[in-house]
């Protein structure tokens, strides 16, 4: 069992920067490929990024490539996300994911966090 809880979100003009934290409960946290997704009202969650267990790989959704980096400190069981030139666009509630390698995204098995509020105001 893996509990998830972000913190770090937040209200920032167009341009800023934000650091999304995701501290991760329970057993074997290295074990889990991480992730982040997000969801903007009316709209479906999408991809953001993701981080293999010992971070060497990562990946991003092409509307963040190079504006977003995702990261995790397994010692402290922590994922990250720095958020910087923030756009209106990236407006929406950001969640965080773990799941065992192997499995899918969307697999009943993947924990999710309770999501954190990001707004960008132009």
């Known amino acids: 069992q893996v509990q998830l809880i972000e913190s770090g979100g937040g209200s920032v003009q167009a341009g800023g920067s934000l650091r999304l934290s995701c501290a991760a409960s329970?057993?074997?946290?290295?074990?889990?490929?991480m992730a982040w997704f997000r969801q903007a009202p009316g709209k479906e969650r999408e991809f953001v990024a993701r981080?293999?267990?010992?971070?060497?790989?990562?990946y991003y959704a092409d509307s963040v490539k190079g504006r977003f980096t995702i990261s995790r400190d397994n010692a402290n069981n922590m994922l990250y996300l720095q958020m910087n030139s923030l756009k209106p666009e990236d407006t929406s509630v950001y969640y965080c994911?773990?799941?065992?390698?192997?499995?899918?995204?969307?697999?009943?098995?993947?924990?999710w966090g309770q999501g954190t509020q990001v707004t960008v105001s132009s």
């Open positions: 994911a773990a799941k065992a390698t192997g499995s899918m995204w969307l697999d009943a098995s993947t924990y």
């Open positions: 981080v293999i267990w010992n971070g060497g790989n990562t």
């Open positions: 329970g057993r074997s946290f290295s074990n889990y490929e």
